[in-house]
């Protein structure tokens, strides 16, 4: 768990980059830190792993003050994944992903293996990638890299600051859907940057948005940020397309499914699993001009869902 007590930045020249901040990030659980250019989300995260001291406030990582750790022992433990990942150019991608193991002096033979089973995690062939260098691969290759590099030595806590940022829009998709499935496995304590409500929302347990000034505008869940903004600089930061979005966060309850009595099967668009998501269920009624979807779990029908069904349930998960 991270906790941060009414943590403050304000730098040499008079600038507040974060002003009194509280927030806890649970175990396992990922928080996206979301805002405006400049409103102090890196800040943030770099007094985590103390590459920034904050000038008030105190950071508590499970239960011990950072404050209190050798600061290079301290980044030794925590994972940190940046936009320009910052491989070493002149080490093969295996060398580089073993750099923490090696640091903390694993035996070579062993720091090797973690990197070639890290590099499989993240979706890259270690026949093929362990020996390239960082300029022979593409930026999503790299980003990879850089991820794995984050979990070679298995730390609890990863930071991730726009760790996506610098691909295009279907590899970034790709890495963000990788990360997930990753996540769910590893179940890390996350603390990631971005600047993409969208990001945020797809990503995140909980979301953080800041103001200019590193003010703590809501900390909440996606479907709350998204359905409830906590004021007028959530409601327009989030944007207009909120409610499309919330589509998109918000799971099918199978409470509020109908009964398949007397529909015909031509009535239905088709059928979604029960673990989609609304906007599948939405996207499938409008293609195929419906007003009925079959929701199933496995082999079994579960029920119908349809847009007043859909409507209900997004009403009913920011009340929750
Ligand atoms: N070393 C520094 N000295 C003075 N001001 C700084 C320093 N580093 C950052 N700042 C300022 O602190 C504020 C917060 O910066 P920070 O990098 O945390 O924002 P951010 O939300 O991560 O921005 P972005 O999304 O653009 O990366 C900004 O106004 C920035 O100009």
Redesign the pocket.
């Known amino acids: 768990m991270i906790r941060l007590e009414g943590v403050g930045?304000t730098?040499?020249?008079g600038?507040v980059?974060?002003q009194s901040l509280d927030l806890d990030v649970a175990p396992n659980t990922l928080v996206c830190l979301v805002?405006?250019?400049?409103?102090?989300?890196?800040?943030?995260l770099k007094m985590v792993n103390r590459l920034i001291e904050p000038t008030t406030g105190r950071i508590v990582l499970d239960g011990s003050d950072v404050t209190d750790a050798d600061p290079v022992e301290l980044r030794r433990g925590i994972g940190y994944v940046i936009q320009q990942v910052g491989l070493f150019p002149h080490q093969d991608i295996a060398t580089n992903v073993a750099t923490v193991p090696s640091l903390l002096g694993w035996e070579k033979k062993k720091a090797k293996t973690r990197a070639l089973e890290l590099l499989e995690l993240v979706g890259l062939d270690p026949a093929t990638f362990a020996k390239r260098y960082p300029h022979q691969l593409s930026g999503g290759q790299r980003q990879r890299v850089g991820v794995a590099r984050a979990l070679a030595a298995d730390p609890p806590v990863l930071l991730m600051?726009?760790p996506f940022g610098a691909v295009d829009p279907v590899v970034r998709a790709h890495l963000q859907d990788e990360f997930l499935r990753l996540q769910r496995d590893l179940g890390k304590t996350v603390l990631m940057?971005t600047?993409d409500i969208d990001e945020a929302v797809k990503m995140g347990d909980r979301v953080a948005v800041?103001a200019a000034g590193?003010r703590l505008a809501q900390y909440d869940t996606p479907a709350a940020i998204l359905g409830a903004p906590a004021d007028e600089f959530v409601a327009e930061f989030v944007g207009r397309a909120r409610g499309l979005r919330r589509l998109a966060v918000t799971a099918i309850d199978p409470a509020r499914l109908e009964p398949l009595d007397g529909v015909a099967a031509a009535d239905l668009a088709g059928t979604i699993d029960v673990h989609a998501r609304l906007d599948e269920a939405m996207a499938l009624l409008l293609r195929e001009d419906k007003a009925m979807v079959g929701v199933t779990d496995g082999a079994r029908f579960l029920g119908v869902l349809t847009p007043n069904g859909i409507h209900a349930m997004l009403r009913a998960d920011v009340n929750r």
């Open positions: 930045k730098y040499e020249d600038t980059a974060v805002g405006p250019s400049g409103c102090g989300k890196s800040t943030t600051d726009e940057v600047h800041f590193g």
